[in-house]
């Protein structure tokens, strides 16, 4: 009976979120902390996300928040950010995604700023140059590293994915050889929608 | 702060642009801003490599960085349009996806497909652009190759990277 009872709540919790009653500062201050508090982007957050806008404060379902993690995937705008304001879009319309998306942002955009102000690397001798070149050496590994994981992480047939290979190869080797970037992109992505077609991706 | 022409408008137009190729999650705003500011060289490489740095150390989305690079570029205006040129496009965006998720998953799902293999393109761009100028040395080359099979491969986090490579640009420099 007990034990009945206590998932019949925890069944209630879940289908049932509490979002009637979120203020624009209560949603503010919970976006500000998990901006302050989350690395490794939005992946890197699901789990605080599930326990702060699900179990915490009721806000979603777990399928919600799932539903939302994906279709953030796929709209065009930086994952994190993306969930940000959708979640305050269905919390609290307009005002609640304008106040989500700038809580989310304001940690790491006052401290990037904070670093570009009095960290300015033109500004200071000593180790500044190397430690330049070692970071900038750092973060060209990153992007081919991401550029890799891109092509890792397509969940295309064999066929396909050679063809989106060929399709980022061509891109990258337009833009190195001096065409604009948003015209190789437009181009390869309008290819791209051509030849890589829905509905042969590999199950997960 | 860097000298040049490029105003608030341009700003905010640029960066809601380079908005639409982060599709799938990608980095599309980095490309994007390689191939308008710093190739044209209104932005200088070190200052974008030095932003780029900051907002992988920072916590919350990576969107971040671009506060720095609207610094460099038009101050704290700059700053500010950058914040407003990632927010436009993504609160657009976000309420357009949320009002009509179902009827919307088709598109989305067929643009997102090739938009992996594009962003790659197009980060790989941006990769080669930065890395150019700064003539590697083989060994340095080796480190990139390094870093980049540990990141696609092993998922490492880039504020590892970032504050390794600072550490061993500190104690390369103690050596010399």
């Keep these: 009976m007990t034990i009945e009872l206590a998932n019949s709540s925890i069944t209630d919790k879940l289908e049932a979120p509490n979002n009637k009653h979120v203020s624009l500062v209560e949603l503010g201050v919970m976006f500000f902390r998990i901006g302050a508090t989350s690395f490794g982007g939005l992946w890197g957050a699901t789990q605080k996300l599930e ?23 796929l709209i065009p ?3 994190f950010l993306a969930f940000g304001g ?22 790491p955009a006052l401290l990037v700023l904070t670093g570009a102000i009095f960290l300015n690397p033109e500004l200071l001798g000593g180790p500044m140059p190397t430690l330049r070149r070692a970071v900038g050496i750092g973060v060209i590994g990153l992007l081919f590293g991401n550029a890799f994981h891109q092509l890792r992480n397509a ?22 050889l001096g065409v604009p970037l948003i015209i190789a ?12 077609l829905p509905g042969k991706e590999k199950a997960q | 702060m860097t000298d040049n022409p490029v105003g608030f408008l341009e700003i905010v137009i640029v960066i809601m642009v380079s908005c639409l190729f982060s599709v799938g999650g990608g980095n599309g705003p980095l490309a994007v801003i390689q ?16 932003a780029l740095a900051l907002g992988y150390l920072s916590p919350g989305p990576k969107a971040g960085f671009l506060s720095g690079i609207g610094y460099y570029m038009y101050g704290l205006p700059g700053a500010l349009a950058a914040i407003i040129g990632i927010i436009l496009p993504t609160l657009l965006g976000a309420a357009a996806v949320t009002y009509w998720f179902d009827r919307l998953q088709p598109v989305i799902k067929r643009i997102s497909l090739p938009a992996g293999f594009v962003i790659a393109g197009m980060i790989t761009a941006a990769s080669w652009s930065l890395a150019k100028p700064m003539q ?24 590892i990277i970032v504050l390794g490579s600072a550490g061993l640009g500190i104690v390369w420099w103690c050596i010399t």
């Design chain 1, 86 to 107: 959708m979640v305050g879009f269905r919390l609290r319309k307009w005002p609640g995604s304008i106040v989500a998306l700038f809580a989310i942002l304001a940690p």
């Design chain 1, 155 to 176: 969940k295309v047939p064999r066929r396909q994915r050679i063809v989106g290979i060929a399709l980022g190869v061509s891109v990258a080797s337009a833009a190195i």
């Design chain 2, 35 to 50: 191939d308008r500011w710093v190739s044209s060289g209104y932005l200088e490489p070190s200052l974008f490599a030095w």
């Design chain 1, 185 to 196: 992109a437009l181009v390869g992505l309008t290819l791209g929608v051509c030849l890589i």
């Design chain 2, 136 to 159: 590697l040395q083989p060994l340095e080359v080796v480190a990139v190759a390094s870093v980049a099979i540990l990141v696609a491969w092993r998922d490492l986090d880039p504020a």
């Design chain 1, 51 to 73: 326990k702060e806008l699900v179990h915490n404060k009721s806000w979603l379902t777990v399928e919600e928040q799932k539903a939302l993690i994906v279709a953030a995937t």
């Design chain 1, 77 to 79: 705008a930086p994952k």
